[in-house]
């Protein structure tokens, strides 16, 4: 059965650093499309980045320079190093993974997460 556990989130003052974990169970993070997607009260979910099985990456244009993913195999994780935080990106973050599709979008991932909650105080 899979499933991914988040962690990580909590408030943050504008310009602080946080880490989102996800612990993956059920599958192997290597050999699975994984991703971070988040969604702001009274806003679209939007995907902030992907990593593909084959490790190739990409962000939206709001976090790139600011946000790191990667993916742990040995424990089965995947992160997301968040860096010089915005009050912008203020959102329920959610933990995506897929075996056949990788994309910028939120249909192409099967299973999700329950989500962590990041807030940044400006």
């Known amino acids: 059965q899979v499933r991914l556990v988040e962690s990580g989130g909590g408030s943050v003052q504008a310009g602080g650093s946080l880490r989102l974990s996800c612990e993956a169970s059920?599958?192997?993070?290597?050999?699975?499309?994984m991703g971070w997607f988040r969604q702001a009260p009274g806003k679209e979910r939007e995907a902030v980045a992907i990593?593909?099985?084959?490790?190739?990456?990409n962000y939206a244009n709001s976090v790139r320079g600011r946000f790191t993913i990667s993916r742990d195999n040995a424990k089965n994780t995947l992160s997301l190093q968040m860096n010089s935080l915005k009050a912008e990106d203020t959102a329920m973050y959610s933990c995506?993974?897929?075996?056949?599709?990788?994309?910028?979008?939120?249909?192409?991932?099967?299973?999700w997460g329950q989500g962590t909650q990041v807030t940044v105080s400006s």
């Open positions: 995506v993974a897929d075996r056949e599709f990788c994309a910028m979008e939120f249909h192409a991932y099967t299973f």
């Open positions: 059920g599958f192997s993070v290597s050999k699975y499309n």
């Open positions: 990593i593909c099985d084959t490790g190739m990456r």
